[in-house]
């Protein structure tokens, strides 16, 4: 029995808990499974958009190489690690998904990576950010891509620093994603010869009310206020803190800020907000080429930020070494595939040439 399109390609958590057959072992397709949210507070910053872009490298394999046969499901993890565990767990058993990409919350990451390392599949990590994917939970069969807890603060934190913002507080979420980044910026920001006066913890994700961490904020008499946030929580939050005038007496650090977040936010209240970006839809004739053929799959007016450029990107990089292996070969284990992902340098229209460390 083999999967039909129909049954695979999904965009809710409902239509992931229709059952999948179990694939034959002599079955060559490539099947990709993408997690991310769809319904919560990261659904602009990854949801549908990201499945787009993810479908446009599929599509564009597929007219090179209509030999091989590629896939996708997709689930919302609804920020739960459980949720995310069992559905993974699903896939590799009983659904003959070859692959993970998306991801979009470190604390599912997490878990994730731990479920594709014993089951020796591949996980493309290309939205959830935590550092710990390449530091203490490293291992062979995970590829972090686009963007970590190391590469935005220590381009914001260290920029900001030597423009004078010596002193600091932070906003955080309150949740695997917010301490790691509130962590991570804290050593730039000490190493840069920056201080951290404080900071507040608000429950991810139901808080809709930031006054009282502003006002501690402001009362703090810090240069440079920091939200270790994401999508609506944080977009709410800048919000709010222009609402208070709190713009006028300190610099606003936004740590990992996304085109649909400036989107969401309008541009006179993202004015001056300090960022990192690792990808822009009008940078260089690459990117707006990627833009222009993925954009007919997108609403009026949203243009893809990095991490769904970043789903994009890493599948254009894993389907050009199964076509290289072979996808029997890819198929049998994730640990070798990723072994040849590092071996092949990767170049795409988003980030254009680099490699895998």
Partial sequence: MTLSRRALIAGSAAATMLPLPRARAADDTIRIGMLTDMSGPYRDVTGPTGVACAR??????????????????VADHQNKPDVAVGLVREWYDRGGVDAIVGVDSSAVALACTAVTAEKDKVHLNTGAG??????????????????DTWNLPHSTATAIVKQGGKTWYFITADYTFGHIFQRDTTEFVHAAGGKVLGSALFPFPD?????????QAQASGAQVLAFAASGANFVNCVKQAREFGIDRSMKLAAIACFITDVQAMGLPTAQGLILTENFYWDFNDRTRAFTKRVKPELPSGVFPNMDQAGS??????????????????????????VTAMKRMPTDDDCFGPGLIR
């Fill in 56 to 73: 446009q490298a599929i599509k564009e394999f597929a007219a090179s190489h209509p030999e091989i046969k590629v896939e996708m499901v």
């Fill in 130 to 147: 935590t550092s710990a994917l390449t530091g203490k939970s490293c291992n062979a069969n995970t590829v972090h891509w686009t963007l």
């Fill in 207 to 215: 808080t809709t009310d930031y006054s009282a961490f502003l006002l």
């Fill in 312 to 337: 994009y990107a890493a599948l254009v990089h894993y389907l050009k070494v199964v076509k290289e292996m072979g996808p029997a070969h890819a198929k049998e284990s994730g640990r070798a595939t």
